[in-house]
Structures are given as C-alpha cells and as structure tokens.
C-alpha cells in the first residue's frame, strides 16, 4: 500500500515546513512516502505548485497576489518562512533524487485546470517522466478522454463519492464528483479510482459508507487501483465547502481505529496529513498478518 501525504501538510509535526513548499515535498519524500500536490499557471504560460490559486494563505496575509499574475520565475523567487514554491519540472527533478523508486505521487487536476491549454502545458511538461509514478486525479471524464489520446500511458483516476455527496459538493468543485456506477463504466479509460467519503451523512442524518468491501470489490473486478482520501482530510481543512467534518477524525484515536478498518480492505493507496500514523498502523496490520500465518 502506497502512502501518500497531502499536499505537504503534516500536522504532526510542530513547526513544520509551509503547505506545498519545496522544502515540505523534499522531506516527505525522504521519508519514502510519496507526495499528492495542486497546479496553478503562471503568467508566462509555466506550472507552480500550490494548493492556492493566491499567495495569501501561504504568506500569511503579506502577499495577496494571484500566481498567475506572476512569471515562473519571480514565483520561485519569493520565499516565505524560509520555504519557496516549486515548478512542476523542479519538484519532477526532486521526486528523481529523493523519491523512493516505488513511490507513487498524485496531481490534483482541480476543474479550474482543466483547460485544454493548461493541459498541453502539462503533457509537455510529463513528456520523458515516468508517469507510472503518477496519478493525475479529478478528472472529469471529457479531460481524461482528452489526456489518453495524447498520452495513453497515463495513470487516470475520476473523484468518486457517495450519491448524497455529488449532491451536496458537486457543483462546488465543478462537476469533477463521479459515482461507483458512473466510474466503472470507463476501466478502458481509468486505471485507478480516487475515492473520497467526505463525511459519514446520509439524507435525514442517516449514516453512510463509501469505503466498503462491496465498493472495493466492484472495483477489484474491472482491475481498476484504488486511491483514497484518509478521513482527516476533511477535519484539518475545516469547512472546505461549506460545513463538512467527519466525523472519524474528531479525535486521533478515533481516526486510528478508522484507519485499521480501511487499511484492511486494502487500498493501493491512501492520502493523508498523517503519513507516519498510516505506516504505523500498516507495519502493525501486517505483523499480526505474518505472525497469525507462522
């Protein structure tokens, strides 16, 4: 199983390194997990790393200018709490010398970036790499018929959510939300799949499930890889769209035994903002697995 950390946060961590900054990326890497991390373009027409189509998050209020008003060069220039922002073509170079040769990394295709210039953009920019070490996820299903017929080579993978989920967030995070149905129609074209449970509510407060044996096995049967999202995700981005937490991240203790019941359906992959947790839990898991087979 893959571990994935998201878009270099780690929270864990006291005074760690700014979210999407070269020097977050390069110490998760050296830690032989792999790194899940946003695009935006710049004004010469290049891509940046950040999560935040504007700089006021990353510094702190002091810099509120959008990246695309700026050149790719001036982005790498600037420095914020003694961390920068990378190019894609940097932080590609930094997965080749720090990365672990069976890592596996995500780019988060968010729908604003799905434009066919931006995309050509981004197949130059993926031309020569191994992109067996990628997954670009999100996609709408008019972008990933567009990618395959220029690079067929690429690992794919559409944003699948419960029913009630594409109900409540689809229109905010344009139109990208896929169902299970909707996903499986197209393993030709996907060869993974992203899942995100976003919460545990149902219509009329009902409890709900997107991460199941049922939802793995449909899957597993079309031989589509699974990805997904680690249920803090959406507690330590409060209010991502509008009033969503799950639940099974309240406390840490609480999300650890979530992750043992996910851990055991047996992702491919999971992206989290605690990437030593999840190994934790996985060497366990698998010990006990080893010992009850001696």
């Known amino acids: 199983m893959q571990i994935i950390t998201h878009r270099g946060l780690d929270p864990s961590k006291k005074n760690y390194f700014l979210e999407s900054s070269f020097e977050a990326f390069k110490d998760q890497l050296s830690r032989g997990f792999g790194i899940e991390f946003d695009l935006q373009s710049t004004k010469d027409d290049q891509i940046v790393i950040s999560h935040d189509r504007n700089l006021s998050h990353i510094s702190k209020g002091t810099d509120v200018r959008d990246v695309n008003e700026l ?16 190019s894609l073509l940097e932080l590609i170079d930094l997965i080749k010398e720090r990365g672990k040769e069976k890592s596996i990394h ?12 931006l995309l050509d953009i981004l197949l130059e920019n993926l031309s020569g790499v191994d992109t067996k070490k990628f ?11 567009y990618l395959n017929e220029r690079n067929n080579t690429l690992n794919l993978a559409p944003s699948v959510a419960h029913p009630f989920d594409i109900e409540r967030y689809g229109q905010a995070v344009g139109g990208t939300l896929l169902s299970t149905e909707e996903a499986l129609a197209y393993p030709a074209l996907f060869s993974w799949v992203w899942l995100d449970e976003w919460d545990r509510i149902d219509k009329d407060n009902d409890s709900k499930k997107l991460y199941t044996k049922e939802v793995f096995r449909r899957f597993r049967s079309k031989k589509v890889k699974i990805a997904l999202v680690s249920p803090e995700l959406h507690t330590t981005s409060p209010n991502l769209l509008g009033g969503e937490a799950h639940q099974d991240a309240v406390t840490i203790e609480t999300l650890r035994n979530r992750l043992r019941e996910i851990i055991t359906l047996g992702p491919d992959a999971i992206c989290t903002d605690y990437p030593d947790l999840v190994k934790e839990i996985n060497t366990s898991l698998q010990r006990n697995h080893e010992n009850n087979n001696i």
């Open 71 to 86: 050149t790719t060069s001036e982005v790498s220039s600037l420095v914020f709490d003694s961390c920068h922002i990378a």
């Open 135 to 145: 997954i670009l996820f999100d996609v709408t299903l008019e972008t990933a018929k």
């Open 106 to 117: 995500a780019i988060h295709l968010k729908h604003s970036f799905q434009k066919r210039e």
